[in-house]
C-alpha cells in the first residue's frame, strides 16, 4: 500500500488528494498541517504561493515515490525473467539427459543380448 504525507494547501486538499490517488496510482494519502515552521503570509497571494509550494512538494514526494516503486518492480521483472530463462535452460537440459539415458539403456540391451548369443555360440562349440 503506497502512502503520501502532504502538507495541506488550504482549500485545494481535496483536489490534492484526487491528484495524486489518480494520476499517480497512490493507495492513500496522509494529509496534516504543518505551519508552525512556515513565515506568516502577508496576503493571500502569499498564502496562495505557500499552499501552491507545500502541494508540490508532496507531489514532487509522491513522484519520487512511484519512481522508486517502477524501479524496484523493473528489478523484479528482469530477476523474474532471468529464473524464467534458467528454468527453460535446465527444463531443455533435463530433457536432452532423460533421451540419452534412454538411448544408453538402449544400447545396454542391445549389447547384452549380443553378448548372450556370444556366451552361447561359445558354450555350443566347446561341447561338441
Known amino acids: ?5 502532504l502538507l495541506t494547501c488550504g482549500n485545494w486538499d ?12 497512490v493507495d492513500s494519502v496522509t494529509v496534516f498541517e ?8 502577508q ?23 512511484r519512481i522508486e516503486l517502477q524501479r524496484e518492480s523493473s ?19 533435463l530433457d536432452q539427459s532423460e533421451f540419452r539415458a534412454n538411448r544408453l539403456e538402449e544400447v545396454n540391451r542391445e549389447v547384452s543380448r ?7 555360440t561359445i558354450r555350443a562349440v566347446l561341447d561338441r
Not at 34 to 41: E, K, Q, V
Not at 114 to 120: N, S
Open 1 to 5: 500500500m503506497d502512502y503520501v504525507v
Open 14 to 25: 481535496d483536489y490534492c488528494r484526487l491528484f495524486i490517488t489518480r494520476v499517480l496510482g
Open 34 to 41: 504543518s505551519r508552525d515552521n512556515i513565515m506568516a503570509p
Open 43 to 65: 496576503n493571500s497571494v502569499e498564502i496562495a504561493l505557500s499552499g501552491l509550494r507545500q502541494a508540490l512538494s508532496g507531489l514532487e514526494n509522491a513522484i519520487d515515490m
Open 75 to 93: 528489478d523484479v521483472e528482469a530477476e523474474v525473467k532471468r529464473v524464467h530463462a534458467d528454468r527453460a535452460r535446465l527444463a531443455h537440459e
Open 114 to 120: 549380443r553378448l548372450v548369443t556370444a556366451m552361447e
